[in-house]
């Protein structure tokens, strides 16, 4: 069992940038994939960022690309999302999840353990 603490959000304005974070404990933190999606309100929960356990391959969502760097620390079971130039359309909930996998996937389903959620709200 994993379990995930997300951290970071909060009310910013256009542009600005936030850094959320994600906590996990349980089992051992690897090899998982780790990733990060958001769910904006009645839509689907969409892949943002994704990284292997090493950090060598990183994947974002065209949406983001350029904007969203996720990274990751293994010696302290963290992961992160710096969000940088942040638009309206960024506001959603942010959850971090694990894939217990080496290889990123993008598809929510084939994630296995989810935190909470972070609220991240951008205003124009």
């Known amino acids: 069992q994993v379990q995930l603490v997300e951290s970071g959000g909060g009310l910013v304005q256009a542009g600005d940038s936030l850094r959320l974070s994600c906590a996990a404990s349980?089992?051992?933190?690897?090899?998982?994939?780790m990733g990060w999606f958001r769910q904006a309100p009645g839509k689907e929960r969409d892949f943002v960022a994704g990284?292997?356990?090493?950090?060598?391959?990183?994947y974002y969502a065209d949406s983001v690309k350029g904007r969203f760097a996720i990274s990751r620390d293994n010696a302290k079971n963290t992961v992160s999302l710096q969000m940088n130039s942040l638009k309206p359309e960024d506001t959603a909930v942010y959850y971090c999840?694990?894939?217990?996998?080496?290889?990123?996937?993008?598809?929510?389903?084939?994630?296995?353990?989810w935190g909470q959620g972070t609220q991240v709200t951008v205003s124009s």
């Open positions: 999840a694990v894939h217990v996998s080496g290889i990123v996937r993008s598809r929510a389903s084939e994630y296995d353990y």
């Open positions: 349980g089992r051992a933190f690897g090899p998982y994939t």
């Open positions: 990284i292997n356990y090493s950090g060598s391959n990183t």
